[in-house]
């Protein structure tokens, strides 16, 4: 089977591991700091966090921007679970933005128009996660223009566009946002087997998040309530969590950020060969934003299934049956059921549901090899065909 996703580990990679394993810190040592100095500088952000998930950076990116009980979080339903239940996690309630039928991500028109409803009715939200679907950047100009008239703080999921860039900047330089989240999933473009990082440029927020990730526990002289009582002494002033990210992950992180580059190229490489040579098939290739470089995590099609004399489903399941491990991003949020017991139903978002119908992603990964892609494609044409 040909997966949709896979990492790279070189010797470099497994040599960086394992003088970890033989120095004298697994966890809470050098590497960390080191690999949030190397990711903050690549990206151009003020302050990086490691975490050990992009999960656990998006609740603390949450809680450092004060989100709690009767704040309100908006995202798109086209996305991973995380991007929305990091509200829930803080106890605040989770609303959608639906898509724009040709980014698939949050669309600014419907976004301009449901906070101006919202503004009448008094149901702002206090964030915003704009989540970067397969690497590409969501309109970040229009949406903090509408941040800054709506009062509303916002956190870039950018889960899939480390790499990628907005405008001629690297994604998660915080020029539009308050915080960047990125994923170091096995899928993802770089890993750290698990793991995830908040990029920020505002030192109070990197400083909240600092603690959260560590039980909110402190040892800076300075935040203590009294003096301390010796050199033993931490004080606890916040409820924080474990999220620290191990030493081994980050040396691996330090490690595979040096190909980041060189990745992301080979999967604009792929992505290019992709629009050129299904351009004749019954699908829509993603369309890509002119002012933007894609992380390109995902390469999503849409079949044009009035030219198809299959459905969705049969042409997945016939594509897995051929060895393509096709995948499909996303599940609407909206339409899970412990979603939909929150009062969210079918016909909610009716761009997403849409491209839900509609959408297939095919293999793309650095070491995709143009034989293995062109493999995908004569099977793709064969099953559209047939
Ligand atoms: C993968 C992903 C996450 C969660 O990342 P983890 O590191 O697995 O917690 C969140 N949002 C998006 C968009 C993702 O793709």
């Known amino acids: 089977m040909i997966p949709y996703g896979r990492q790279d580990i070189t010797q470099a990679d497994i040599d960086a591991v394992v003088e970890v394993l033989q120095s004298d810190f697994l966890t809470q040592g050098p590497m960390v700091p080191r690999f949030e100095q190397v990711v903050a500088r690549y990206v151009g952000a003020a302050h990086a966090l490691a975490v050990n998930s992009a999960t656990s950076a998006l609740h603390i990116a949450c809680l450092a921007l004060g989100l709690g009980e009767g704040d309100r979080l908006w995202t798109s339903p086209i996305t991973f679970v995380a991007s929305a239940n990091c509200a829930l996690y803080c106890g605040a309630q989770v609303d959608f933005v639906d898509i724009d039928p040709r980014t698939y991500n949050l669309c600014p028109e419907a976004l301009e128009g449901k906070l101006r409803e919202a503004e009448r009715q008094g149901t702002l939200p206090k964030v915003l996660v704009a989540v970067h679907l397969c690497g590409q950047p969501c309109d970040m100009r229009a949406i903090s223009v509408l941040a800054k008239r709506y009062g509303f703080k916002v956190i870039e999921d950018a889960s899939h566009a480390i790499g990628g860039k907005y405008q001629g900047e690297f994604i998660g330089n915080c020029r539009h946002s308050d915080i960047t989240v990125f994923s170091f999933h096995p899928v993802k473009i770089i890993t750290t087997a698990e793991g995830g990082m908040a990029l920020t440029n505002d030192l109070e927020l990197a400083n909240k998040m600092a603690l959260l990730r560590s039980h909110g526990i402190t040892r800076d002289p300075s935040l203590m309530t009294h003096e301390a009582d010796g050199p033993w002494y931490y004080q606890q002033i916040d409820l924080g969590f474990n999220y620290r990210m191990t030493e081994l992950q980050a040396a691996l992180g330090v490690s595979q ?130």
């Open 257 to 386: 950020m040096d190909r980041l580059d060189q990745y992301v190229a080979r999967r604009h490489q792929l992505a290019k060969r992709y629009d050129e040579l299904l351009s004749e098939l019954p699908v829509t290739t993603p369309w890509q934003r002119p002012d933007s470089y894609s992380g390109l995590h995902l390469y999503v099609i849409r079949l044009q299934l009035n030219k198809i004399g299959k459905t969705h489903r049969q042409v997945f399941e016939l594509l897995r049956e051929k060895g393509i491990g096709v995948n499909l991003h996303y599940i609407p949020v909206h339409s899970q059921p412990y979603y939909q017991a929150m009062g969210f139903k079918a016909g909610d978002f009716p761009q997403a549901e849409s491209y839900y119908s509609e959408a297939i992603s095919l293999p793309i990964f650095q070491t995709l090899s143009d034989q293995d892609q062109n493999q995908v494609i004569a099977v793709l044409r064969e099953v559209l065909q047939a």
